[in-house]
T-cell receptor, first 114, second 112 residues
């Protein structure tokens, strides 16, 4: 069974530029999560989808971050414009359902904003 | 909001030694999860705990759900070099939307 796929693995941009990350969850997983992990910290949930609907985006900086999961399968996370403090690893995870289901994480995209 | 604090923040141990780490919160959790994150990878679930007082093992790893429901412990016996990584506790929030929060992490380094 294929795991959660993410691309790109690494990205370096300058501040005020835009960037997009892509995630393909495990087949059949209805719930998809985007986390931000700043160096030395634990992952912080940015947005959670149930199929193609948003369940929680309370910690998503909506003035610059956006995410979509149009067909309820793969998802993109965009930052526009990027700030220095956005430098982090962006992790995508998926689970079969929402409640007490194991979350499977992708390898992450490492973003450096200069 | 709810927070999870882990200690120690980091530890260096000799191969073969046992390791203990813990996770505490000021509020109650109904589920405790322990993850391990290898360098350059996403976290992988090690153990899940669903009941206060529960003690669960996974190979050399043993985790316990604290009786107060405000803490959890992870022990690793006879550490080996591949145990190197960052260990995170996590749990679903008990207020608002059901979502997981992660602890601050314990970084483990094993000296051969």
């Amino acid at each position: 069974e294929a795991g959660v796929a993410q691309s790109p693995r690494y990205k370096i941009i300058e501040k005020r530029q835009s960037v997009a990350f892509w995630c393909n969850p495990i087949s059949g997983h209805a719930t998809l999560y985007w986390y931000q992990q700043i160096l030395g910290q634990g992952p912080k949930l940015l947005i959670q989808f149930q199929n193609n609907g948003v369940v929680d985006d309370s910690q998503l900086p909506k003035d610059r971050f956006s995410a979509e999961r149009l067909k309820g399968v793969d998802s993109t996370l965009k930052i526009q414009p990027a700030k220095l403090e956005d430098s982090a690893v962006y992790l995508c995870a998926s689970s079969f359902g929402r409640y007490q289901e194991t979350q499977y994480f992708g390898p992450g995209t490492r973003l450096l904003v200069l | 909001g709810q927070q999870l604090n882990q200690s120690p923040q980091s530890m260096f141990i000799q191969e073969g030694e046992d390791v203990s780490m813990n996770c505490t919160s000021s509020s109650i959790f109904n589920t405790w999860l322990w993850y391990k994150q290898d360098p350059g990878e996403g976290p992988v679930l090690l153990i899940a705990l669903y009941k206060a007082g529960e003690l669960t093992s996974n190979g050399r790893l043993t985790a316990q759900f604290g009786i107060t429901r405000k803490d959890s412990f992870l022990n690793i016996s006879a550490s080996i070099p591949s145990d190197v990584g960052i260990y995170f506790c996590a749990g679903p929030t008990t207020s608002g939307t059901y979502k997981y929060i992660f602890g601050t992490g314990t970084r483990l380094k094993v000296l051969a």
